[in-house]
């Protein structure tokens, strides 16, 4: 590698397969909740961008949605996000989470990183729920085994062990460039899909089975008062059980939602926020393309320009 004195930066992919703790990553490197994080297999939806610059460097990550076999139109657009997120990157940061034995799923998912030629960092992650990290070598080998990666990295993203090492394989990596954005630049989601979002989350932590994959978030209005952020937004389900759940016996669970979401939109918008919910039943909106369309910011803001 060339002796590099300047500024260095670069574009770097978080790859994985559901639930390894992708989007806790995200947060851990940038410092801030860019992503939401849920117990639940495929919370992330769409490439989430979360910029982190120094004095000698910017770093541009790119969260994506957990690989997995799609088996829907909105799954089939998820793994098609994250081909998108393969091209050109600089470095690629592949997570798996070592408290699980790997197994068929993992090693298919990984076919996604052979067919880039970027170097692939593979961080170990949940380091912290290992009894004891003599289990690290065998797992490490059953990756190399499969795959030569350029550096072998545990970690845990939820206490930040190893997380500035890796950093520092990356920044190792990247080659010497301009800041892409300015240094307070830390995401390009817009605040109405960060509250959706959020809102989201919370619901996720509240629900099990098949409602978190059911439930899509939408903000239909955004009225900044004098003194206050009015927010309105629809919770969209599949079916009226799914609803039934969500509001809960007299409206407790939309209630109890509404002020997590709140709270954690005010400290988002560091403004006081009042936020509207309302429940719709939309049957089948994961086969719904129109629908689909309207949830993806990056095509609703396209439009309306
Ligand atoms: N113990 C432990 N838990 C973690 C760690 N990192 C993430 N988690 C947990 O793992 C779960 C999944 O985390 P996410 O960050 O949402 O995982 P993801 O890979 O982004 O998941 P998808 O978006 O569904 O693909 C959450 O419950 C996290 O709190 C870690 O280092 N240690
Ligand atoms: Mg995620």
Do not use: C
């Not at 574009?11 to 801030?32: C, D, H, Q």
């Not at 950093?167 to 800041?179: D, H, N, S, T, Y």
């Not at 016996?249 to 979401?261: F, N, P, V």
Request: aromatic fraction near 6%.
């Amino acid at each position: 590698m060339p002796e590099r004195t300047g500024f260095v930066s670069g574009f770097v992919s978080i790859l994985g397969r559901p639930n390894v703790g992708k989007s806790t990553l995200l947060n851990a490197l940038t410092g801030a909740k860019v992503a939401i994080v849920s117990d639940k297999p495929q919370t992330t939806r769409t490439l989430i961008q979360g910029v982190t610059t120094t004095d000698t460097e910017q770093i541009i990550f790119v969260d994506t949605p957990g690989i997995h076999k799609p088996d829907s139109v909105f799954n089939a657009r998820m793994m098609e996000t994250i081909r998108a997120a393969l091209d050109e990157r600089d470095v690629l940061v592949y997570v798996v989470d070592v408290s699980r034995e790997p197994g068929a799923a993992e090693w298919e998912s990984m076919e996604v990183i052979r067919k880039t030629s970027a170097p692939v960092l593979l961080a170990l992650n949940k380091i912290d729920r290992l009894k004891s990290k003599a289990a690290l070598l065998p797992l490490i080998e059953q990756f190399r085994s499969r795959h030569e990666f350029a550096e072998y990295i545990p970690i845990s993203a939820l206490t930040g062990e190893g997380v500035q090492e890796l950093r520092a394989a990356i920044v190792k990596r990247l080659p010497e460039g301009p800041a892409y954005f300015p240094a307070d630049h830390l995401t390009d989601q817009p605040e109405r899909f960060l509250a959706a979002e959020l809102i989201r989350e919370k619901l996720l932590a509240e629900t099990r089975e098949e409602v978190p994959h059911s439930i899509a978030v939408l903000v239909d209005e955004w009225e900044e008062k004098p003194h206050v952020t009015r927010i309105a937004a629809t919770i969209y389900v599949e079916r009226e059980g799914q609803k039934a759940i969500v509001i809960g016996a007299r409206g407790s669970m939309l209630k109890r939602i509404g002020t997590l979401a709140r709270e954690e939109i005010e400290r988002l918008l560091n403004r006081k926020v009042f936020l509207e919910l309302y429940v719709k039943v939309r049957p089948r909106w994961r086969q719904d393309k129109q629908f689909l369309n309207e949830l993806d910011w990056r095509l609703t803001m396209a439009g309306s320009e």
